[in-house]
C-alpha cells in the first residue's frame, strides 16, 4: 500500500478486524446527508477477495495531493488538523482531485457536481461517528506516531507474556 | 411510504419487456417482505400446476423492510419459485449487499418470468433493466461470476445474483449466491438454469430514507452493542460449527446417512477444531455486526488451497454424515459445492445416499467410473476423496453424479427401478428436501415440526428443534403439548424470515430470544423504519400470515395430507448409539402429533385452511382459491 505522509489524525481501519459489515457507511452517509447511502459515504469499504477487507478514508496527507492538483483553489488544507476542506462556489466536479488521490478517498456527487471526502466530522459533535459505530474497533481515529507507539507496546507485552491490568485476574 | 417504494418490477425473459406494479400500504402490512412476500409474488405469478422448469414459474425476489438501513442483520432478501426438488413452495432467504442494492434502487420485488433462448444476464440499473449477453460468464464460478460482472462495470456497488457451473448443469439442488452468500435450499439455481439465466445484477444509487431515522439509529446503535456481548458469542468465535459436539453428544448428530447419531471421530470435525487447524478469518454479510462466516482454509496435503466459509449444516452434512473424519476432505467438498453454486446439505445427504448403497451393495465400484477414476471407485463411508470425487461429478453431472444429482427422491427411484431395490428407506429426504443436522429419531416435537414443513426437511422454518433440545419437552415421548409447540417455533421462525433479520439477533433485543424479548423491540423497530404503529400482536401476525401463504401454495399445487412426511428410516430403523438409541417415531405418534398440529392452526383435520381464518388473516382472494 502506498504510505502516507501525514502527521495528522486520520481514520485507520485495521483489516485484521473488518469483518466488511459497512455500517461506517451507512453511519458516514447519514450524517453528511441524511440518507442511507454507501455511494454517499466519505469511507468506503473494500473487499478485495473473500478475506481482504478493510475501510479507507482521507489520510490527510502532508501538502495534499489533491489540494495542489485542483485547478480551481476550491480545496484548501488545515494546517492545524491536516483536514482538507472544499469551498463548493469553487469546485466543478471536474475531478482532478481523484487523479491525485492516491488512496481513492475522493468520490464526485454527480448530482451536486461536488468532490467529496472525509471531513473527520470536524461539525459534528463527537467526533468521527464511524469510529463510534464500529462495532468491532477496526477503525481508529489518531495519528500514524500514535499508532506506530501503540504497536511498540502490543509487542513487548506479546513478547514478554507479561500479565497485564488489562487482563481479568480470574 | 417509508421503507418500501410501492413498486415491484416485472422482467419478461421470454418478451424481453418490463413492467411495473404498484402496490398499496395495506398489501405489505400483511405480507412485510422476506420469504412471505416472495411466496406471495409467486401466488400471484405462477402459472399453477406448472412443471417447476416451465417457463411459467416465476423467480421472485422480495426485498427486506430493514435492508439498506443500519437496522443490525437486516440486510437480506426471500427468493421465491416452485421448487424442483419438492414441488412445493420453494423459499430461501440470503444476506448482504444485493439486497441493499436493489433496496437503492427502489424496488420492494422482482418477478422474473419466462425463459430465454440464449443465455442472459439481467442488469438492474435503478429504474432501467437491460438483458445482457452471458456466454463469457458460463462455467465461472459464483464467486468468479460476480468479480466479473463487477469488473465489467467498474463498480463495486453492483451486487449480483449468479447461478454456478453446478446451476447450469441444473443439479436439481442447484442454489443462487450473492456476495457469498446463498439461497441456498430448494434449487432455484435449477429453475434459474431452465430460464437460462445466469446472474441477476443491480446498482441501486438512491439514498434510504425512514420515517424516524434518529430512533432507528438509537436503536440500532443499541442493538449493535448487544450483539458484541455473550448473546452471539457462539456465533462469533467458533460459528455455528461448535454445534458437532453438542448435537454428538446428544446423539443426533447425523452420522452414516442417519443410521446413527453418534460419531466417533466428531472431534475431528467439529468447530472448536476447525477454528484451531483451519481458520483465517471470520467475515460478515454486509448490515451486520456479528461476523459468523468462519472463513477456513486448507493448509496442506492434497486439498490445500482449499477455502470457504464453513457452518454446522455444511460441515456435518459433508463431514460425519457421510462418515468422513477429514476435516480437510470436508472443506474441499464444501468448497466445490460453494463455488458451483448448490446447495451443500442436499449435496452431503445425496453423497450418503449413494455411500450407504455402495455398502449394501446395490452400487458397485463400476458405477462410480469417471474421468478422474476410469475404472471406478469404492465410496465407502468414511473416505474423504470418494465424498470429494462424488462432489465433482455431481457438479458436473458425470456418471453416477447425474443420477445424485437429482436429489435423493428421484435418485432413490432411478437406482430402485434399475437394480430392483429398496434404497429409498435411506433417501433422507421429507417432500423431497434433503434432511438438516438433526436426527428428528429422538427429537419428536421437531420430527413432526419437519413433517408438516412447507419446504421439506428443513430447520430454518421449523424451530421445534429447540424445545426438544432444550428439554422444554420431552424429545423421547409425544404430548399434547406438541401441536402447540410445533406451531408456534415455526410461526416465531417465520417472522425473522419475513422481515428478514437473520435469527442470531434473537436475544440481542432484551436478552430474552422469546416474544415477550423480541417483539416489542421489532415492533419499533418496524415503526421507525415505516412510520405504521404495530404492536406485539402484529408482529406476532407476521409469522402466522407467512406461514399461511406458504401452505396456501402448497395446497394450490395439489399438496395431499400424505404428503407431511418423515423419512422410512425415522420410523423404522432405531439408533444403537447415544442418548438416541433405540428410538423411532412411530406412524402413530407422528399422526397423533400431526393432528395435534393441524387442530392449533385452526385447519380441518385433513389439513386444509378454512375460508374464514384466511379471510380474518386479510386473505380474501386466497380463501376464494382454496379456503374450504
Redesign the interface.
Same mark, same amino acid.
Given at each position: 500500500m502506498v504510505a502516507s505522509t501525514s502527521k495528522y489524525k486520520y481514520i485507520v481501519c485495521d483489516p =485484521?478486524l473488518c469483518?466488511?459489515?459497512?455500517?461506517c457507511e $451507512? %453511519?458516514c /452517509? $447519514?450524517t453528511k446527508?441524511?440518507?442511507?447511502? /454507501? $455511494?454517499?459515504s466519505r469511507i468506503?469499504t473494500?473487499?478485495v477477495d =473473500?478475506?481482504l %477487507?478493510t475501510a479507507v478514508a482521507c489520510r490527510t496527507c502532508e501538502n495534499a495531493p489533491c489540494v495542489i492538483a485542483c485547478t480551481r483553489d476550491a480545496l484548501t488544507q488545515d494546517t492545524e488538523t491536516g483536514i482538507i476542506r472544499i469551498d463548493p462556489q469553487k469546485c466543478d466536479g471536474c475531478a482532478w482531485c481523484i487523479e491525485a488521490c492516491d488512496f481513492g478517498a475522493i468520490s464526485i456527487n454527480h448530482q451536486t457536481k461536488l468532490a467529496e471526502f472525509c471531513n473527520q466530522c470536524e461539525d459534528v459533535e463527537d467526533g468521527p461517528q464511524c469510529v463510534k %459505530?464500529c462495532?468491532?474497533d477496526a477503525l481508529e481515529y489518531t495519528t500514524p506516531d500514535q499508532r506506530s507507539q501503540r504497536t511498540r507496546h502490543k509487542l513487548v507485552k506479546q513478547s514478554l507474556d507479561f500479565p497485564t491490568k488489562a487482563k481479568d485476574p480470574r | 411510504m417509508y421503507g418500501y417504494s410501492g413498486k415491484i418490477l416485472h422482467i419478461d425473459l421470454t418478451e424481453r419487456k418490463q413492467w411495473v406494479e404498484e402496490k398499496p400500504e395495506d398489501w405489505y402490512k400483511v405480507y412485510i417482505g422476506g420469504v412471505a412476500m416472495a411466496s406471495r409474488l409467486c401466488w400471484e405469478n405462477i402459472e399453477v400446476g406448472c412443471d417447476p422448469y416451465d417457463p411459467g414459474n416465476p423467480v421472485c425476489f422480495a426485498n427486506g423492510i430493514f435492508a439498506g438501513t443500519p437496522v443490525p442483520v437486516g440486510g437480506k432478501y426471500g427468493l421465491a419459485s416452485k421448487s424442483p426438488l419438492t414441488g412445493f413452495i420453494g423459499d430461501s432467504l440470503s444476506g448482504s449487499w444485493f439486497s441493499i442494492a436493489l433496496k437503492r434502487a427502489k424496488w420492494d420485488g422482482v418477478v422474473i418470468h419466462g425463459a430465454s433462448d440464449k443465455w442472459v444476464h439481467i442488469f438492474i440499473d435503478d429504474e432501467r433493466v437491460e438483458f445482457l449477453n452471458a456466454d463469457h460468464l458460463l462455467g465461472l464460478g459464483t464467486h468468479e461470476t460476480e468479480e466479473a460482472i463487477r469488473e465489467e462495470f467498474g463498480d463495486d456497488q453492483v451486487r449480483s445474483a449468479t447461478i454456478g457451473p453446478a446451476g447450469e448443469n441444473m443439479v436439481r439442488y442447484g442454489n443462487v449466491t450473492n456476495d457469498g452468500r446463498q439461497a441456498g435450499r430448494t434449487g432455484h439455481g435449477a429453475v434459474w438454469a431452465s430460464k437460462k439465466l445466469k446472474a441477476v445484477s443491480v446498482r441501486g444509487t438512491y439514498g434510504v430514507t425512514v420515517a424516524d431515522p434518529d430512533k432507528l439509529l438509537k436503536l440500532s446503535f443499541d442493538i449493535t452493542e448487544s450483539a458484541q456481548g455473550p448473546h452471539t458469542e457462539k456465533y462469533r468465535i467458533y460459528g455455528t460449527s461448535t454445534n458437532v459436539l453438542n448435537a454428538n453428544k446428544e446423539g443426533f448428530l447425523p452420522t452414516r446417512n442417519f443410521q446413527e447419531g453418534v460419531f466417533d471421530f466428531a472431534e475431528l470435525v467439529s468447530g472448536e477444531y476447525l477454528d484451531e487447524h483451519h481458520k483465517v478469518k471470520v467475515i460478515a454479510c454486509a448490515q451486520c455486526p456479528i461476523a459468523c462466516e468462519q472463513m477456513s482454509m486448507v493448509k496442506k496435503g492434497p486439498y490445500a488451497g482449499s477455502m470457504t466459509g464453513i457452518e454446522y449444516e455444511c460441515l456435518q452434512a459433508v463431514s460425519s454424515n457421510c462418515g468422513i473424519d477429514d476435516m480437510t476432505a470436508a472443506i474441499r467438498m464444501v468448497e466445490i459445492s460453494d463455488k458451483s453454486g448448490m446447495d451443500t446439505m442436499s449435496m452431503g445427504v445425496s453423497i450418503s445416499y449413494a455411500m450407504e448403497c455402495f455398502e449394501k451393495g446395490i452400487l458397485k465400484k463400476s458405477d462410480f467410473k469417471c474421468k478422474k477414476y476410469p475404472e471406478g471407485f469404492e465410496p465407502n463411508f468414511g473416505n474423504g476423496e470418494a465424498g470429494v470425487t462424488l462432489a465433482e461429478m455431481i457438479r458436473d453431472k458425470e456418471g453416477i453424479g447425474e443420477i445424485l444429482a437429482e436429489g435423493t427422491r428421484i435418485a432413490a427411484k432411478i437406482i430402485d427401478k434399475k437394480y430392483g431395490s429398496e434404497s429409498w428407506k435411506w433417501a433422507m429426504n421429507i417432500k423431497g428436501l434433503e434432511c438438516p443436522g438433526y436426527d428428528a429419531r429422538s427429537l419428536k416435537t421437531f420430527a413432526m415440526g419437519l413433517a408438516v414443513g412447507t419446504r421439506g426437511g428443513c430447520h430454518n422454518r421449523s424451530a421445534a428443534y429447540d424445545p426438544d433440545i432444550k428439554g422444554e419437552t420431552n424429545r423421547y415421548t409425544v404430548d399434547e403439548t406438541r401441536g402447540e409447540v410445533a406451531a408456534r417455533s415455526e410461526e416465531y421462525a417465520a417472522v425473522y424470515d419475513t422481515l428478514p433479520l437473520c435469527k442470531f439477533i434473537r436475544r440481542c433485543f432484551t436478552g430474552k430470544a422469546d416474544r415477550a424479548g423480541a417483539w416489542p423491540a421489532i415492533a419499533e423497530l418496524i415503526n421507525a423504519t415505516t412510520g405504521w404503529n404495530f404492536g406485539y400482536d402484529d408482529v406476532d401476525l407476521i409469522g402466522v400470515r407467512a406461514h399461511t401463504i406458504k401452505k396456501a401454495f402448497n395446497i394450490r399445487e395439489g399438496w395431499k395430507r400424505e404428503d407431511d412426511d418423515i423419512p422410512y428410516r425415522w420410523k423404522h430403523d432405531p439408533m444403537t448409539k447415544g442418548p438416541g438409541a433405540g428410538h423411532v417415531v412411530t406412524d402413530e405418534e407422528l399422526d397423533y402429533m400431526i393432528q395435534l398440529y393441524y387442530k392449533t392452526k385452526g385447519w380441518t383435520e385433513e389439513g386444509l385452511i378454512p375460508k374464514q381464518l384466511l379471510v380474518d388473516l386479510g386473505m380474501e382472494d386466497i380463501a376464494e382459491e382454496i379456503g374450504v
Open positions: =485484521e469483518i466488511g459489515c459497512q455500517l $451507512y %453511519i /452517509s $447519514y446527508t441524511g440518507e442511507f447511502n /454507501s $455511494y454517499r468506503r473494500v473487499r =473473500e478475506v %477487507i %459505530i462495532p468491532k | -
